[in-house]
């Protein structure tokens, strides 16, 4: 990091392994139905606060310990927790009510059983700390804990939440305080940009053409959960042998989540690390799930998978460049921005109408999610910039005014794809190093800017290294070249015959290009001491290219 950046404070977690003994186990249970009972009674009285006052209002969890005694063998800190979430369940579905839903009473068989507490330091003793081995605890003491990794030197623990899974396996989450300086901002660069598309196939398609492919974890062990079902109906339900079946379904489903999770981890940190953007398309991936059906859609975990990978990126100081859900990224010809309504919801290859490319579904949505200046992908301003290029080239030198006109649309496409392909540095330091088409358009633009600075020496010399990087655009170049000349000899002309350019451009204004008068005038060796003038004052020099 250089040196003067800004600190902020970032939050990590550490998640440990929790081994409680039979009285520690005994009050996680009361801490985890205290929790619900507390945040029950709060949103009871809410609502009926509510209905009766039509205002809001939420009670602490100390007007409820008289009345029920047993919520004070519990961590006060987990009620007064519980009370923070409901107060912020409400801000949430006031703020934004189609995201969040209205907050709802618990229930013990679908809620997950899970506290938080925060760590109060008080000088040198805190309410939580953590030893080689342990996580201590208010009320619970020391809990043996194996730890995944150590938290750094001038970490500060804030909060931890303990959770117990389905298959009765206790959880620690450490959520620590990190000083950390403000990452630097990374600009997108083309070649460090990759574009990403949900699919239901492969996890994603790259813009290049490259797929995920993860395994179905699901799917690979639907035969044995079957299996375990098909067992299932066939115990008494409540019976040792019924309970242990369910713990070997539960741990089946635990183990599946814990290799999605574990791919989704590893993927989105090896993207983030490789690349200075991402191009992806934000779907909404339960509507896809409830029209395609099936468990294919939540199977993938790529929700998630975006999740990750956009904090993961923004610690890094790069960007999540996220396309609209409803821009028709599939339609879009990525090469010329042709627009295709009749695409076929089914047809995995289709053919552009309007410029003839075929696309691979998928691989085009991608291209296609890539940042649009004005609506324009990268891709279909690289088509558009060589199709300009090959029609300058069959252009004759003798039509100047098409030309000219060709050579202005021609600048202004080069200015946008140059700018956007490579970095600043590489086109001024290392311009020989770039390819012959693109060297000589950048070559014109340089001779371009030197024309408006007034240095034609500049122009003339960068429109010679043009015409050497990039024959296919000799006729431009030449013409360029001749116009240039032209204003360089008005630099060198005498105030009298500038003055008799003025007079002979005026007459011709007066008469029609085919009168006799203007033929016997032009065939005169006054014309021809002033015609370079003449033809340099009557058009720009870069076809009227806007500045």
């Known amino acids: 990091m250089a040196a003067g950046q ?31 009972y507390i945040w029950n009674r709060m949103f009871a009285d809410h609502e009926e606060f509510y209905y009766a006052t039509d205002k809001h209002f939420i009670p602490t969890p100390a007007k409820y310990k008289n009345e029920a005694p047993f919520l004070k063998e519990v961590d006060n ?12 369940a409400f801000r949430n579905f006031f703020r934004n009510p189609s995201a969040f839903g209205y907050p709802r009473f618990k229930r013990k068989k679908d809620d997950r059983d899970s506290f938080s507490a925060c760590n109060h330091v008080m000088g040198n003793s805190a309410t939580i700390y953590i030893t080689r081995n342990a996580v201590r605890m208010t009320k619970a003491g020391l809990i043996r804990a194996k730890f995944p990794r150590r938290p750094r030197s001038g ?38 940009t990759i574009g990403l598309k949900y699919s239901v196939s492969h996890f994603y398609v790259t813009d290049d053409g490259l797929t995920a492919d993860p395994p179905r ?48 981890h590893k993927e989105s940190r090896r993207i983030a690390n490789a690349w200075g953007a991402v191009c992806i398309r934000g779907d909404d991936l339960k509507a896809i799930s409830e029209e395609l059906g099936g468990s294919s859609v939540r199977d993938t975990g790529f929700g998630m998978f975006r999740e990750l990978l956009r904090y993961k990126l923004e610690r890094q100081g790069k960007q999540m460049l996220e396309v609209d859900r409803f821009t028709p990224t599939t339609k879009v010809c990525s090469a010329c921005g042709c627009v295709n309504e009749t695409l076929d919801p089914d047809a995995r290859q ?66 946008d794809y140059l700018q956007r392909l490579y970095r600043r540095e590489t ?23 030197a024309e408006q600075a007034g240095d034609w020496s500049g122009a003339v010399q960068a429109l010679r290294e043009a015409l050497k990087a990039a024959p296919a655009l000799k006729n431009v170049v030449e013409l360029l070249l001749r116009r240039v000349e032209q204003r360089r000899a008005e630099q060198t002309a005498s105030p009298e015959l500038l003055a008799l350019a003025e007079q002979v451009r005026g007459i011709l204004s007066r008469f029609p290009p085919d009168d006799p008068a203007v033929k016997e005038l032009k065939s005169s060796p006054v014309y021809q001491r002033v015609a370079p003038l003449i033809e340099g004052i009557e058009a720009p020099v870069f076809g009227g290219l806007p500045q």
């Open 217 to 264: 974890w699901l799917r690979r062990s639907q035969d044995k959960a079957a299996a375990i079902q098909r067992k299932l109906s066939r115990l008494q339900s409540g019976s040792k042998n019924y309970q242990e079946l369910v713990q070997r379904y539960r741990q089946l489903h635990e183990h599946i989540a814990n290799q999605r999770r574990d791919f989704l």
């Open 350 to 415: 289709w053919r552009c109408p309007m410029c003839g490319t075929i696309h691979d579904r998928d691989v085009n949505a991608a291209l296609a999610a890539w940042p649009r200046p004005q609506g324009e992908s990268l891709k279909a301003l690289q088509f558009r910039f060589e199709l300009t290029a090959a029609v300058l080239r069959g252009i004759p030198a003798e039509q100047a005014s098409l030309l000219m006109s060709l050579c202005g649309t021609f600048l202004r496409l080069a200015r």
């Open 6 to 36: 800004e600190r902020t404070i970032q939050y990590n977690t550490i998640k440990v392994r929790l081994y409680p003994d039979q009285r520690q186990e005994e009050l996680f249970q009361k801490t985890f139905g205290c929790c619900r």
């Open 155 to 192: 970490w500060r623990l804030t909060r931890v939440t303990v959770e117990r899974t389905k298959t009765g396996k206790y959880y620690g989450y450490l959520l620590f305080a990190c000083p950390a300086r403000q990452p630097e901002p990374v600009e997108p660069a083309a070649e460090e």
């Open 77 to 88: 800190q987990a009620l007064t927790q519980e009370f923070q979430r409901l107060s912020q």
């Open 427 to 449: 086109l001024e330091q290392e311009p020989e190093a770039l390819p012959g088409l693109h060297q000589g358009a950048w070559r014109l633009l340089c001779a371009q800017e």
